[in-house]
């Protein structure tokens, strides 16, 4: 137990260093809490670019040269411009079978 007092007594030592600090105004408590606030705004930045680039890698063609993120945004555009006119062609087609079937059902 003396052990212990005196190992918390010296970390407690340390602590009031930082505390002086804080009573000098070299080191004030607004700058203590913003610096891992910015650290982990870095991390959670870094992060997020992570996965929008791997989100880029998965939607590039690997048979491309340029797989730019402009490129592969153009194409993905492409590719659901695409899309939509399809499903506005296949629309209009079961539309179209649609009303054949109700003219055979009434004749």
């Known amino acids: 137990m003396v052990?212990?007092?005196?190992?918390?007594?010296?970390?407690?030592?340390?602590?009031?260093?930082?505390?002086?600090k804080a009573v000098d105004g070299s080191l004030d408590k607004r700058s203590q809490e913003k610096a891992?606030?910015?650290?982990?705004?870095a991390e959670r930045e870094k992060l997020k670019r992570d996965q929008l680039n791997d989100l880029f890698v998965?939607?590039?063609?690997?048979?491309?040269?340029?797989?730019?993120?402009?490129?592969?945004?153009?194409?993905?555009?492409?590719?659901l411009r695409d899309l939509?006119?399809?499903?506005?062609?296949l629309r209009k087609e079961q539309s179209a079978l649609l009303t054949e079937r109700q003219y055979l059902i009434l004749k």
């Open 3 to 20: 052990a212990d007092t005196e190992s918390s007594g010296s970390l407690g030592g340390s602590s009031n260093a930082a505390s002086d």
């Open 84 to 89: 939509v006119s399809q499903v506005e062609s």
């Open 58 to 79: 998965e939607l590039s063609n690997p048979e491309r040269q340029n797989s730019g993120k402009a490129t592969v945004l153009g194409d993905a555009a492409r590719v």
């Open 36 to 41: 891992p606030k910015k650290t982990h705004k």
